[in-house]
């Protein structure tokens, strides 16, 4: 990962401290043999470019960062509970919870190494690529239009810088193909920025980032198991696992839904080896019913990921690198709107450390210009058309959209809720 940019005006002048990390793969390809080359990446282009699924590269790489880049968990994560949660007096599905649970903190290593972490830094590289994308009575067939099977294939490249004081507090800047996405929690307020949507802030209350419990935060990854149940076994990658599932509270679904979209369930289930202890795959299902008096419509996201490559750092098992792969289901009345969409990443950590100095509550507070979510879609509500068919490129194969007058579509990517700010909505 290449962290310093030479000055290209000047050979004697200091380097420049990239935001965002490039990976080394950039340099390899023979249009990016050196900086110049890198800094067109870097910068953007404006014009769409052929071969995608969506119908332009540019509305891919834009739909890739605002579904797979940082969704959050089901539900919040209390940084103030003891690891180590007593097992007796409970059902027999809770106690062989939270024994696993036991289990994992020692195999990630140990209560006292956990707890003296005060904040984390991370760095890595991702690799993202749109893998199918079928519609109406096809969806059954799931013909595949790409892959990145063994690491190859077609794909995004780019890198990560994440930042977190306890799960509460957390900073994630993510850079794919020149197109940058910020997200963060000031302990109040969940938020996202892109630079084809205005910053704003989740409902509801904050949550941690998914990201962190891909191996990266164990600490919160035990906090946020230890009111889930033991559903039973699976094998994962010929590896005996226990599975253990956590179902997010009416309350806090019901915070998280507006008139117009209700978040009906999102659960989550951990598999932990039997063998060492750790958490080897993270899967979460999500499902919402946006209202429409017409027909309403059912979006499904599955999110499952595979993590690997676990490393000691300080006396912590940090995983170094995984996959995650995201299924989206559109569903409803007509089947003829039926649309199923699968993604995918590859992600390594280059750069681990713990107890970061000087990192305060200061480096965590929101953009100056973030707005609510439903003051966002107020806006779109009155009819910005500039913003309206911004927010229209991300939807889901948006060049098959129906003719005769595209409908405001405005698409929360923190996973997937689609908000209905017109009459219908339209695929």
Known sequence: MRTLCPNLDREDA???????????????SSKHKSWQGVKSWVMKQQVERAGSLFGGRDTEIQFLLGVIAAPLVPLPIRCDRTLNSNIKGHPIETSMARYIVQQYIAAAGGEHALNSIDSMYAMGKVKMAASEIVSGEDVAKLTKLKNMKQGGGPGEIGGFVLWQKRPDLWSLELMVAGCKISAGSDGKVAWRQTPWQHSHASRGPPRPLRRSLQGLDPRSTANLFSNSIC???????????????????????????????????????????????????????????????????????TMESSIQDYRTIDGVNIAHAGRTSVSLFRFGENSGS?????????????????????????????????????????VIAKGDSAKSKTLQRVVLASSSVAKGGAKVVAIDEESLEIFVRDEELRI
């Open 338 to 378: 039926h649309t199923r969409t699968r993604m995918e990443e590859v992600w390594s950590v280059e750069e681990v450390d713990f107890n970061i100095m000087g990192l305060s509550t200061d480096c965590f507070l929101p953009p100056a210009d973030l707005k609510k979510e439903d003051q966002v879609c107020a």
């Open 231 to 301: 559903v039973g076994e699976r094998t994962v990658n010929n590896e005996d696992c226990f599975v253990l599932k956590l179902e997010a509270d009416p309350s806090t679904l019901k915070a998280r839904s507006s008139n117009n979209v209700e978040i009906i369930r999102h659960t989550v289930w951990g598999c932990f080896s039997q063998k060492t202890g750790l958490l080897i795959q993270l899967q979460d299902s999500h499902l919402l019913k946006i209202n429409d008096p017409k027909n309403d419509v059912f979006w499904e996201t």
């Open 14 to 28: 200091l380097e420049t401290v990239l935001e965002v990390p490039i990976p080394d793969e950039m340099f390899a």
